[in-house]
Nanobody, 119 residues
Framework: QVQLVESGGGLVQPGGSLRLSCVAS????????MGWYRQFPDKERELVAS???????YYTDSVKGRFTISRDNDKNTVYLEMNNVNPGDPAIYSC?????????????WGRGTQVPVSP
């Protein structure tokens, strides 16, 4: 019923910035807790950042001070702004959500968007 579609992935220079977007449809977005996960090759998916329906944000330690998660309820969209990217950031980034916070945002998933290794 709920669909999440990510966009914005692509090449980024070391130290550069990138903004990922996730558009939700088929649900009441403003009540969802949303999050961004990333998965490195042959490793388990890990939570990067999450944001509650009241806009309270959580970040994993490795991205604190560099990444910012935000939401625009009028556009049913959650963003992940990635600043000062480093060689440890390239991965597949996926958007996820839950209509039942404070449960972790993993009930609905997008297909992911790739942030490849910088050339």
């Amino acid at each position: 019923q709920v669909q999440l579609v990510e966009s914005g992935g692509g090449l980024v220079q070391p130290g550069g910035s990138l903004r990922l977007s996730c558009v939700a449809s088929g649900g009441t977005f403003e009540t969802y807790a949303m999050g961004w996960y990333r998965q490195f090759p042959d490793k388990e998916r890990e939570l990067v950042a999450s944001i509650s329906s009241s806009a309270y944000a959580y970040y994993t330690d490795s991205v604190k001070g560099r990444f910012t998660i935000s939401r625009d309820n009028d556009k049913n969209t959650v963003y992940l702004e990635m600043n000062n990217v480093n060689p440890g950031d390239p991965a597949i980034y996926s958007c996820a959500g839950t209509p039942h916070p404070p449960s972790p945002p993993r009930d609905y998933w997008g297909r992911g968007t790739q942030v490849p290794v910088s050339p």
